[in-house]
Every structure is written in structure tokens, then in C-alpha cells.
């Protein structure tokens, strides 16, 4: 079992960066395959990226390609999102998730393949 927990999220300016931390507590981080999700109001939670065991395979949705980029820190049991040119589409909460996995290089994207969720951290991006 792992817990997650998210931080990073503040208000910031259009064009602005932001690091997103997700600290995990447990055993076998490296067991886990890693997500990033996102959930503005009145809309559907969404895969933003995601991320292999091994850190070597991952994903991104279109919407942030070339903007945001998720790696992870095996050793310290973390996992980042570094957010680019931030814009006011991606004022979200955005969550951390977490699914054990034999699979060193697989990554998954859908909400229901993960078994673990963090709090979620408040992203706000104004014009």
C-alpha cells in the first residue's frame, strides 16, 4: 500500500511555471506505476501524464505537450510534474495516483487502472 501526497499548487500568472511534488510513503515506490490527472470544475478527471516504473516510458496528453514534462526520483520516493507556459485552461486539481504493477515500462492512463489517489493540489493559472 502506498500513500500519496501532492504539493506544489498556487496561483500563478498566464506564461508561468510551476513544479508539482508528489510524495509517496510505503514500501516498494518502484513497484509503481505513476499518473498525473486533472479535474476543473464540471469536467471529467483527465490523464495530464503518466509515467513507468523504471521512469523511462511516458505519456502526455496533447493539450500539454511541449509544456509539461513528469519524472521521478525512485530513491526519494517522489514524483514531479514540471508545468511550462502555463495557461488558464490548466486551473485544475490536480492529483497524484498510483497503481502497483509487475510491468517495469508499461504506463497507464486511465483513471479506473489506478489504485491510489492523492488529496489533490490546487492549480490556478489567471490571464
Known amino acids: 500500500q502506498v500513500q500519496l501526497v501532492e504539493s506544489g499548487g498556487r496561483l500563478v500568472q498566464a506564461g508561468g511555471s510551476l513544479r508539482l511534488t508528489c510524495a509517496a510513503s510505503?514500501?516498494?515506490?518502484?513497484?509503481?506505476?505513476m499518473g498525473w490527472f486533472r479535474q476543473a470544475p464540471g469536467r471529467e478527471r483527465e490523464c495530464v501524464s503518466a509515467i513507468s516504473r523504471n521512469g523511462g516510458n511516458t505519456y502526455y496528453t496533447n493539450s500539454v505537450k511541449g509544456r509539461f514534462t513528469i519524472s521521478r526520483d525512485n530513491a526519494k520516493n517522489l514524483v514531479f510534474l514540471q508545468m511550462n507556459n502555463l495557461k488558464p485552461e490548466d486551473t485544475a486539481v490536480y492529483y497524484c495516483?498510483?497503481?502497483?504493477?509487475?510491468?517495469?515500462?508499461?504506463?497507464?492512463?486511465?483513471?479506473?487502472?489506478?489504485?491510489?489517489w492523492g488529496q489533490g493540489t490546487q492549480v490556478t493559472i489567471s490571464s
Open positions: 495516483a498510483a497503481r502497483a504493477t509487475a510491468s517495469k515500462t508499461n504506463r497507464f492512463l486511465q483513471r479506473r487502472d489506478y489504485n491510489y
Open positions: 510505503g514500501r516498494a515506490f518502484n513497484m509503481y506505476s
